[in-house]
């Protein structure tokens, strides 16, 4: 069974740069969520995917946007990058589209921005 | 005010110490989690508990609901345990989960 993975490690852009982060859920697992973790603070939920459809959002603006494909493999995408964007990219798989269920948690991508 | 509050933020403790870690919350919840994140950034669920306590080796997780307060206890503490430990809530929805800041616990030999 292969975990969580994660791509790039690691990421430096420039301010109003456009990036694109990637990941890979577990096997069998249909739902990708991502998180947004800032130094020293806990992650914050930036959206969730469920069968290819965004299934759920918090409070990100919409230059933080998402896809998922049909192996449920997702991409981040954030347009016009800020300074304080500047975090640990986290996405986590799971079985069904509900945050009760228990999510696995890739090692995350590091993006700075300059 | 965050949703979920964690205490203390940061503990230095000695090997062999028993370790308790709280987590209070304000908003009715379907479920807590607690998860464990070493430097580097991976994090590892723990435990996921909606009621009563939950033990995985050392590790014991107690939730009380009526009062929305939930701890974790690790016994016969080791360097290895050291982490930051987050706990976080949801609420059953497609709205992921919403995290604590963590406690970083270093256990020093």
């Known amino acids: 069974e292969t975990g969580v993975t994660q791509s790039p490690t690691h990421l430096i852009k420039t301010r109003g740069q456009q990036v694109t982060l990637r990941c890979s859920s577990q096997?069998?697992?249909?739902?990708v969520s991502w998180y947004q973790q800032a130094l020293g603070q806990g992650p914050q939920f930036i959206f969730q995917?469920?069968?290819?459809?965004?299934?759920g959002r918090g409070n990100f603006p919409p230059r933080f946007s998402g896809l998922q494909f049909p192996n449920y493999s997702s991409e981040l995408n954030v347009n016009a990058l800020e300074l304080d964007d500047s975090a640990l990219y986290l996405c986590?798989?799971?079985?069904?589209?509900?945050?009760?269920?228990?999510?696995?948690f890739g090692p995350g991508t590091r993006l700075t921005v300059l | 005010k965050n949703e979920v509050e964690q205490s203390p933020q940061n503990l230095t403790a000695q090997e062999g110490e028993f370790i308790t870690i709280n987590c209070s919350y304000s908003?009715?919840?379907?479920?807590l989690h607690w998860l464990q994140q070493h430097p580097g950034g991976g994090i590892v669920s723990l435990f996921m508990?909606?009621?009563g306590k939950k033990k995985h080796g050392r590790l014991i997780a107690t939730i009380n609901i009526q009062e929305k307060h939930s701890s974790l206890h690790i016994t016969a503490s080791h360097p290895r345990d050291s982490a930051v430990y987050i706990c976080?809530?949801?609420?059953?929805?497609?709205?992921?989960?919403?995290f604590g800041k963590g406690t970083h616990l270093i256990i020093q030999p």
């Open positions: 986590a798989s799971s079985d069904v589209p509900s945050s009760y269920n228990e999510q696995f």
């Open positions: 096997s069998g697992h249909n739902t």
């Open positions: 995917y469920y069968r290819e459809e965004e299934n």
């Open positions: 908003v009715g919840i379907s479920a």
């Open positions: 508990l909606s009621s």
């Open positions: 976080a809530i949801s609420g059953g929805g497609a709205d992921g989960l919403t």
